[in-house]
């Protein structure tokens, strides 16, 4: 008998909790738009992630600056040179007219995906990102 109630109790707390997900709201992934126009570096980012060794690209678009870090695959890391060449040229062939810099660099990596989310949240002014990408410049040369 107790077997029984422990069963319909068991039915009931299962049908309630999936009852619930039908509730809930579906979480946004649109993200708004950037504090700085951003359509040739995102077309540089697909031009990127067209390249077998490549995972993932960060970039940010300052007037005619082009910044672009790729995220290299571990084994293709032995050849990033080679990888940071071939992506400078494709990228440089589509824009000629930009200045773009490229780097596998994880630290630049880093600091253009903090750029990146600081454009598209509005958390960053126009001088702002101006200053942080000249020193960014600065890092790549050096």
Partial sequence: ??????????????????????????????????????????????ILLSMEEIKDVKGV??????????????FDRLKLEHVRQEAFQKVKKEYPNAKVHVSTDKKIYMELDKLERKLYDHDISEEELKNKLMKLEEDMKG
């Fill in 1 to 46: 008998m107790k077997h029984r109630y422990l069963a319909v109790l068991l039915i009931v707390v299962f049908i309630t909790g999936c009852g619930e997900a039908d509730n809930t709201k579906a979480l946004s992934t649109e993200v708004g738009e950037p504090v700085q126009r951003q359509a040739e570096v995102d077309e540089a980012k697909q």
């Fill in 61 to 74: 678009q300052y007037t005619h600056l082009l910044f672009l870090a790729p995220d290299v695959k571990q």
